[in-house]
């Protein structure tokens, strides 16, 4: 990926972190950033220190964060996480949780096929859960937030 447009954007948060991820999902961390640029206090230190791909979805790893931003950085991590299973990660586009070969990936349909040809079977049902303090939580893309719910079966 690359992170010159973000380290122009939020030249305070973004040095020099590792990215293992691809341009789809810049968005992502451009509203994840824009969070944190309001919250952190200006006196206040915020390394980026990995962004990724893991198991089909974003993870964002950074440094501590003061406890008054805290709440506010956690959740915007979490829904960069969950909304980015549902990205493309490739393009940006709306796509769903993949398989190839064992492989887990969010793809559109037009990324589902790879340079060989070989295509992606797309999950059925997917849902990843998260579980703060106030209940089961999951996230809905169209609404765009996490909404409560029960916890998964067999939980």
């Known amino acids: 990926m690359d992170t ?3 380290k122009s954007k939020y030249p305070r948060l973004v040095y020099d972190p590792y990215f293992e991820c691809k341009e789809g999902w810049a968005g992502l961390l451009d509203d994840f950033l824009s969070v944190v640029d309001r919250v952190l206090p200006a ?3 915020f ?3 990995q962004v990724k791909e893991k198991m089909g979805g974003l993870r964002i790893y950074y440094s501590a964060v003061p406890s008054e ?3 506010e950085i956690r ?3 979490r829904r960069a996480e969950m909304r980015s299973e549902h990205i493309c990660e490739t393009c940006g586009k709306r796509g ?3 398989n190839r070969d064992g492989y887990w990936f969010v793809a559109c349909e037009e990324h589902r096929v790879d340079d060989n040809g070989r295509v992606a079977i797309p999950s059925e049902g997917f849902t990843r859960y998260g579980t703060p303090s106030g209940g089961w939580q999951r996230y809905d893309f169209d609404l765009d937030t996490l ?3 029960d916890p998964p079966e067999g939980y």
Do not use: K, T
């Open 43 to 45: 006196d206040r230190e």
């Open 96 to 98: 769903r949780m993949s």
């Open 4 to 6: 010159s447009a973000l």
């Open 47 to 49: 390394r980026l220190l």
């Open 69 to 71: 931003a805290a709440e």
């Open 147 to 149: 909404v409560p719910c």
């Open 75 to 77: 959740n915007a991590e």
